[in-house]
């Protein structure tokens, strides 16, 4: 047979052909789907141009002053901020003004961060260098589910559940919050005043788990006191007194209801970053601190945090990130105003609930519509920078470390 | 060493306290695991309890007036006065309102007759009340017991044939009217259509004609047409038993109807439906090209400079939010191919979109996209995991470069490519914010797959968990009373999301576990 004595020859030509062909088909296929994800940035970049150049009729030119700047309305007597794109087109005509939503985006994102930066970095700071490792296998894989929690599902539960109860229990809240901090250092202090063998059954690494009863302890406290603050301070009216007081409007939906929903969905992803930097850091070096006597803390606040500082520093980078891009829970628990207000009692509208509300109503290539496409290019040119800042400084991080493993 | 064993037992006491803030670092984990607890937990039993046939409570207040309803909940009087309690006691038709305040002092007697009955009918939500008389259109009037008993041999009844006419008009009458739409006019397919619709509206009079006489508690009675009753129940004269069987059955029927009043009542099947034909759809998609995309960057490209930004491009493309995505979406998916496809294809049919709106198609292409960097970062992991000796091994042997990564690398990357895949899934099936750009809809109660060709409509619009939440939440007239429909989506949801992250995490374990051995050799 003439094909098994020129098979080897043609057998390896065709596997050789196949390989090239192969392989030019997976970098074609490759470097085609990279395109396709990085042509996003060029896609806003090409909508939104013609906003600042042409000048064509249906997309008329909006200049940067008229975006950013106090505008004089008829109607109005000091100039103000708008953002009012759906007022009909014959009178007072749309009014773009994007101030109030980037500040409402910002502060959304700066509320979020005010609660989730202490809780995750003392979590992380707990869990990198006090929790037992048996619990500290468990506590990651539960707060990467918490990650995982639906945005609408926490949205719906601080714009309907949240909100409504702080609105009737504002005094609770404020009593919860003045209560808990002093609380667990006073559980701290009973604990070490406890005798050695009680001690022994909680021991300071499973902490996390027999302090929950300690908070529902205090919560009860902080119920059974809390008539008794907002009548000694506030005239048993703390919304009256807020209002009266400091000029205060307590909105049912407002920026700390975002805040503290934003901040429990963000909260996890900036745990697990800075508990892999804190954890990261040599054990060489905190050993070498707790041999020259120090505390664990004092290890923690004098050496290992600043070692993994630019880690945790990414860390809150990439939580802010996703705070100014969260749609959905801004969406349903602001109630959408866009107001510009430092009262964190006020309503907000962010940029991104503004997108998902609006764009699907605007007529595409109209002022409105590339106006929307101009507050996604910012949000996408602001994540993306966050991120790739957080990311160098991980790396940069990761080889510091590499170096420190090696010297020791 | 002896410094390191010292340390990691953690069981030698150091001679000063940690201090405060020890204390408030382990607070914060407590109390995000006290916070994650009581949202599920408050998911759970509300989203599950809703569907147990709680007993139904008659109230006589001190001026006389009686009501029945089940209460909901207690909220403070003003000055002091005492609580206040709020039942549901539905009979829209009768009232105008489902709720209803009363104050606790005010309540005389509250008990809980066996003799109430709640039926759960098309129109006017639940009714609560009594049951006088069973009226039917051939026979006697029945009164007390035998009422019941007819009115319960009926509705089963009325379940067979309102599926049966389901059935037909999904099987026969639809396919008539396309086909007539189709190919115009034909004699027979008139005839077939006109023979169907006669027998639907006989199994529709069939229905008609029995009457319930009801009464309220407070004596008003009430004539209702017992085909628009969906169910009856006296949860008062339930065991523990039958209300289990009731509540299994209302969780069923949850998940396997449909919604009616707006959203504010019914099920959730063709929202389950839409997520889960997206995300199949999604990483039918994203799997093949994240895949390709990984291997483009970890096995063949050159390991230069460029590449390592191209990766940590793709990686922070992760953290973009996912609005732009659907802002992406909608702007090249929607307007842009889709207005494209319309003008080519569709012509005849504009200026109605076809492709050219929002839809399944380009939804599922938007998630594919979003998630594109999970699948590509998870596999890329998986990849870099292998060991070079086994690539080199094979190469030596004599393999080309598919060869190697067909038969050597591929295989030991699979379990990391199901990660992402899974990861992407859990990730897709969470995520709203784009889906609302490009063609979730309120209510599409037409399932975009059917027994017409072609079987799968991509440019129909579809309905989703987590859209439905937002919506019944938000947008409904009484969100008071679909809370607790709003509840149980939100459990599902999170249950589903749950379930494909466990899987996820077990899957890396098991790939860690089995790579680690493998590095040791």
């Known amino acids: ?408 | 060493m002896k410094v390191v064993a010292w340390h990691r037992s953690g069981r030698v006491r150091l001679p000063r306290g940690e201090g405060p803030w020890a204390w408030l670092a382990a607070g914060s984990v407590s109390l995000s695991l006290l916070l994650l607890a009581l949202l599920l937990m408050l998911l759970a039993t509300r989203g599950l309890g809703h569907f147990w046939p709680s007993d139904v409570d008659q109230v006589t207040l001190a001026d006389g007036r009686v009501l029945a309803g089940r209460a909901v909940k207690e909220a403070p009087l003003p000055d002091d006065q005492g609580m206040e309690r709020l039942y549901r006691t539905d009979n829209r038709d009768l009232d105008g309102d489902i709720w209803e305040w009363v104050p606790v002092p005010d309540i005389e007697t509250l008990s809980q007759p066996r003799d109430l009955v709640v039926l759960e009918r098309r129109r006017w939500g639940a009714f609560i009340g009594r049951l006088v008389a069973w009226l039917p259109a051939q026979g006697e009037r029945r009164e007390g017991a035998a009422a019941w008993d007819a009115l319960q041999a009926r509705l089963a009844a009325l379940d067979r044939q309102r599926d049966a006419i389901a059935r037909l008009r999904e099987e026969s009458l639809l396919p008539l009217a396309r086909r007539l739409e189709a190919e115009g006019e034909h004699p027979r397919t008139v005839r077939a259509l006109t023979e169907v619709q006669a027998r639907i509206r006989a199994l529709h009079e069939a229905m008609a004609g029995d009457v319930l006489i009801l009464e309220s508690v407070d004596g008003r009675r009430l004539r209702q047409p017992v085909e628009e009753v969906l169910g009856a129940m006296r949860p008062n004269a339930m065991g523990p038993g039958a209300k289990l069987v009731a509540w299994g059955d209302g969780v069923w029927r949850f998940l396997s109807e449909g919604p009616r009043a707006a959203n504010a009542e019914g099920g959730v099947w063709p929202a389950i439906f839409g997520t889960i034909l997206l995300v199949m759809l999604m990483s039918l998609v994203v799997t093949p090209f994240g895949v390709l995309a990984a291997v483009y960057l970890n096995e063949v490209a050159h390991q230069g400079r460029l590449t390592r930004l191209v990766r940590i491009g793709v990686r922070n493309l992760a953290g973009v939010p996912s609005i732009v995505y659907g802002v992406f979406g909608l702007g090249v998916f929607v307007y842009g191919l889709g207005g494209r496809l319309d003008q080519w294809f569709f012509e005849d049919s504009l200026p109605s979109p076809t492709f050219g709106t929002g839809g399944l198609l380009w939804a599922s292409l938007t998630l594919a996209l979003l998630t594109l960097p999970v699948v590509i970062v998870a596999t890329e992991e998986g990849l870099a995991r292998i060991p070079d000796r086994q690539r080199e091994g094979a190469l030596a042997l004599g393999a080309t470069r598919l060869e190697m990564l067909s038969r050597v690398v591929l295989p030991m990357a699979t379990p990391a490519m199901l990660t992402g895949m899974i990861l992407a899934v859990a990730r897709a099936a969470g995520e709203v914010a784009p889906l609302m750009l490009v063609g979730v809809a309120k209510l599409a109660p037409q399932v975009p797959v059917d027994g017409d060709f072609p079987f799968l409509h991509l440019e129909r619009k579809f309905m989703h968990l987590g859209y439905h939440i937002f919506d019944a939440a938000f947008h409904g007239n009484d969100v008071q009373a679909a809370m607790p429909l709003v509840y149980a989506t939100a459990l599902l949801l999170v249950l589903v999301i749950l379930v494909l992250n466990l899987t996820a995490i077990f899957l890396r374990h098991h790939l860690r576990s089995r790579h680690g051995s493998l590095s040791r050799y």
């Open chain 1, 1 to 408: 047979m003439p094909k098994s004595s020129s098979s080897p020859l043609l057998r390896r030509r065709l596997r050789q052909g196949r390989d090239r062909l192969a392989t030019a088909l997976i970098t074609a296929g490759g470097i085609g789907v990279i395109a396709a994800v990085m042509a996003i940035g060029v896609f806003l970049v090409v909508e939104v141009l013609p906003l600042f150049w042409s000048g064509s009729p249906e997309a008329p030119q909006v200049d940067l002053d008229a975006l950013w700047q106090p505008q004089t309305y008829p109607g109005l007597e000091a100039p103000v901020h708008r953002w009012q794109p759906a007022l009909p087109d014959s009178d007072p005509g749309p009014r773009f003004g994007m101030a109030p939503l980037a500040w409402g985006t910002l502060e959304a994102a700066a509320w979020s961060l005010v609660i989730a930066v202490p809780l995750a970095l003392g979590a992380a700071a707990h869990s990198a260098l006090f929790m037992s490792r048996r619990l500290r296998a468990h506590l990651k894989p539960t707060l990467e589910l918490m990650e995982a929690l639906p945005g609408v599902v926490i949205g719906f539960l601080a714009g309907l559940v949240l909100a409504p109860w702080l609105e009737r229990h504002l005094g609770l809240g404020l009593t919860l919050l003045l209560l808990l901090p002093p609380g667990l250092v006073v559980g701290g202090a009973l604990w070490s005043r406890l005798p050695a063998r009680i001690r022994r059954w909680l021991p300071l690494g499973w902490s996390a788990l027999w302090l929950v009863p300690w908070l529902l302890l205090l919560w009860a406290l902080a119920r059974w006191l809390a008539p008794g603050v907002e009548g000694w301070w506030f005239g048993g009216d703390l919304r009256g007194w807020l209002a009266a007081t400091l000029g205060l409007d307590y909105t049912n939906r407002n920026a700390i209801i975002v805040g503290m929903a934003m901040g429990f969905a963000v909260m996890p992803s900036i745990y697990a970053l800075a508990e892999d930097a804190l954890s990261g850091v040599p054990s060489s070096l905190s050993e070498g601190a707790q041999a020259l006597g120090a505390t664990r803390w004092q290890t923690l606040w004098r050496v290992v945090l600043p070692a993994a500082g630019p880690g945790v520093f990414s860390a809150v980078m990439i939580g802010a990130g996703r705070a100014v891009g969260e749609t959905m829970i801004v969406l349903m628990a602001s109630g959408n105003t866009a107001l510009m207000t430092a009262s964190p009692f006020d309503g907000l509208r962010s940029m991104a609930a503004s997108i998902a509300i609006e764009l699907p109503e605007a007529a595409p290539g109209g002022t409105h519509y590339r106006l929307l496409l101009l507050a996604a290019l910012l949000l996408f040119i602001f994540t993306f920078l966050v991120n790739t800042l957080a990311e160098v400084v991980r790396t940069r991080l990761r080889r510091r470390y590499r170096r420190l493993g090696v010297s020791s």
